[in-house]
């Protein structure tokens, strides 16, 4: 079965950087589109960024957008979020998501089927 393991959270500072990496196995990486959601504490998890199967199209929140950046390394069967100036609001658990089905880049929740375990990202003011 598909299996997402999320990794390279931590506490930063404002301003600060982060990468976070998702590890996937199970099945063949390449065929799907891939997504990053979080969720803050006592909030409902919200869409982060999107990449199609290939890389070459992506999609992000208004609110992480010239931020942060989505990409995937197919040969690895890994995807990555880099994230740049944060700010104290993107305090929340990260995780990476996969669809069930081979298709174009989706942005809701329910359109995902995968999920990892999530990584704690904190940013300190």
């Known amino acids: 079965q598909v299996q997402l393991v999320e990794s390279g959270g931590g506490l930063v500072q404002a301003g600060g950087s982060l990468r976070l990496s998702c590890a996937a196995s199970?099945?063949?990486?390449?065929?799907?589109?891939m997504g990053w959601f979080r969720q803050p504490s006592g909030k409902e998890r919200e869409f982060v960024a999107a990449?199609?199967?290939?890389?070459?199209?992506?999609n992000y929140a208004d609110s992480v957008k010239g931020r942060f950046t989505i990409s995937r390394d197919n040969a690895k069967m890994t995807l990555y979020l880099q994230m740049n100036s944060l700010k104290p609001e993107d305090t929340a658990v990260y995780y990476c998501?996969?669809?069930?089905?081979?298709?174009?880049?989706?942005?809701?929740?329910?359109?995902?089927?995968?999920w990892g375990q999530g990584t704690q990202v904190t940013v300190s003011s």
């Open positions: 199970g099945r063949t990486f390449s065929d799907y589109a």
């Open positions: 998501a996969a669809p069930l089905r081979r298709g174009g880049l989706r942005t809701k929740r329910n359109e995902y089927h995968y």
């Open positions: 990449i199609s199967w290939g890389g070459g199209s992506t």
